[in-house]
């Protein structure tokens, strides 16, 4: 057997580099802990400039983890949610039973958008409405919670629903004693042999002008029972669109003359799925699409063109005009409440400036959404969709 021979140089050079390598190591692992240190610092510093602001914020904020249970919530939530003093567990439980959520916890929680508009109503002792809304932190199937953003809304709310009394009250005190005149001067219109022709001219002017003031009323009346699309209460019927067409044709044909080229292929309506909808409030959005074409368009030949396009999951219901346009700064104004254009570019006709604010919020309570496209000279269209399932 062979001995191998002792040799101290070489086990000195390796002792040596083990020796440096053990350093390098020791470094290596010093600077890791600089490291950590600072970001461990880091992290607090950003820790606490977050629960600071959290604390601070006038809206209230509360955080909960996926199953609703409350992780953080700050001293603005806790005096809207009154639980200033009161030992807070899930967001199910700190609102039961005083308030009302639309939509309710679990529906948000188990909600497919990132994002989900909420309000809680308490009525005692005194009216409160919060409103706010819930971002999902995260996505499936990591989601880490949610974030509940809410402020009072209980002044805007309660100006809303005045708003809408006043609209409801003035509507109808204005129909009574319009539908009487609206009578006697169609009495008056079959008896017209004792009257001269000045007098049959302003016969006719005043029964045209009650009907026009006729039809706004009806519109108010309308529009103020659908002002919130949350609140509307859908009669939803299994309904052609062929059938609304039609509908909302016959509804607007008294603006509809000879001056109007009203486009649409029935074939291509009937070739489409049965819906289920409100017929008669989508009817009327359609309407209003059909009377603004034609009440806004001062070409001498107005073009019309009503068009029914089928996608995956939606149909999509337009009105092309070949009226003046609408200016980019206007377009996203347009669906307000009492808003109209200027009247240079609209040959700005009697209104209120609701029918748009109306399809609006009935194609929403549907689950739809409204949208246009302009160019200035050439024309509008506007479009709803609605969804299929």
Known sequence: MRLRRHDPARQSRRGAKLLEEAEGLARAFSELAAANT????????????????????????????????????????????????????TLQKT???????????????????????????RRDPKLLILAGVADRLGTEPEI?????????????????????????????????????ALGFLEIIKRNTESLSAEQRVALSKAQSESERLRRLVEKLIAFSTVQSPENIVLERLETSLSEVVDCAITSAGGIVDDSVVLKWDPQSC????????????IKEVLANLIENAVKFNPAPRRLVEISVVKDESYVRISVRDNGPGIPGEEQAKL????????????CQ???????????????????????????????????FTLPLA
């Open 38 to 89: 600072v970001l461990t610092e880091t992290l607090q510093a950003e820790k606490e400039k977050f629960a600071s602001i959290f604390h601070d914020t006038q809206e209230g904020l509360v955080l909960t983890d996926r199953e609703g249970r409350i992780l953080m919530i700050n001293p603005a939530a806790r005096a809207l949610l009154g639980r200033q003093a009161r030992a807070v567990e």
């Open 95 to 121: 609102l039961a039973p005083e308030h009302l959520s639309r939509p309710g916890i679990p529906e948000i929680l188990s909600s497919a958008a990132r994002t989900v508009a909420f309000e809680w109503e």
């Open 144 to 180: 880490a919670g949610y974030l509940f953003i809410f402020h009072d809304a209980t002044i805007e709310k309660r100006g809303e629903m005045l708003s809408r009394d006043f609209l409801s009250l003035v509507s109808h005190k204005l129909r009574t004693p319009l539908a009487a």
């Open 270 to 281: 009937a070739a489409m799925p049965t819906m289920s909808v409100d017929l008669l409030l």
């Open 335 to 346: 669906f307000r409440k009492f808003y109209q254009v200027d009247e240079y570019f609209t």
């Open 349 to 383: 006709a009697p209104g209120f400036g609701l029918g748009l604010a109306f399809a609006k919020n009935v194609v929403e309570a549907h689950g739809g959404a409204v949208g246009m496209t302009s160019e200035v000279g050439i024309g509008s269209e506007f479009f």
